[in-house]
């Protein structure tokens, strides 16, 4: 059934699209599965740039909570996305999630410096794509939630702007910050001047 469902999407893609009946593929092209459904999405890059922007900008987002709060509460997930839209709203940090994320010294190479970045993930040595599963689901979902509500969510770091690990020694800029919250295994602070 799920053929004869997959066909009759390819047919009337081809039929609206034209093609002559043949089927140019292009790296934006998409197949979104949803409730084990197939769900057809056609990212032409020259018409969708916002579109697709936004998408790189959530995924460096899902990343983030993915790699430092996956198995975290929700709060704790929240909290991590919080502390990234607050440093991109900080003229202290760059202008974007990507940029935020990814921000930190390099090589030459591009490659990061290892143990120098902002979120500790990126530059541990580890690679870096995540592996299919339910808790990458959860954290793009959550992603997905926040860039569609960003505008309305409640702040519940209290505008922090770092965090660290609470099993962890303070950081050596702790002490130009004040603790806003502890949520989970991270402690969140706020710079005294933003």
């Given amino acids: ?29 998409k ?41 975290e509460s929700t709060a704790g997930k929240l909290a991590v996305a919080q502390v990234t839209l607050n440093r991109v709203k900080s003229s202290r940090f760059p202008n974007t999630v990507c940029e935020v994320v990814y921000e930190g010294p390099t090589y030459r190479s591009g490659l990061p410096k290892r143990d120098r970045c902002q979120f500790s993930w990126y530059c541990d040595g580890k690679g870096d794509d995540p592996k299919e599963g339910r808790l990458w689901r ?4 959550l992603a997905k939630h926040i860039f569609r509500y960003k505008e309305n969510m409640v702040d519940i770091t209290d505008g922090a702007t770092h965090y660290h690990a609470n099993y962890i020694a303070n950081p050596r800029w702790a002490d130009r910050t004040k603790v806003t919250t502890s949520i989970d295994q991270h402690i969140f602070y706020r710079f005294f001047r933003l």
């Avoid at 740039?49 to 987002?61: D, G, L, P, V």
């Fill in 31 to 71: 197949i979104i599965i949803q409730n084990d459904m197939p769900h057809f999405m056609l990212q032409l890059d020259n018409t969708n740039k916002t579109y697709n922007e936004t998408e790189k900008q959530i995924t460096c987002m899902a990343k983030n909570i993915f790699y430092e709060a996956a198995t």
């Fill in 1 to 29: 059934m799920k053929k004869v469902f997959l066909f009759l999407i390819m047919f009337l893609i081809v039929g609206a699209y034209g093609n002559n009946g043949a089927i140019e593929s292009t790296p934006e092209e």
């Fill in 138 to 141: 959860a954290s793009v979902k």
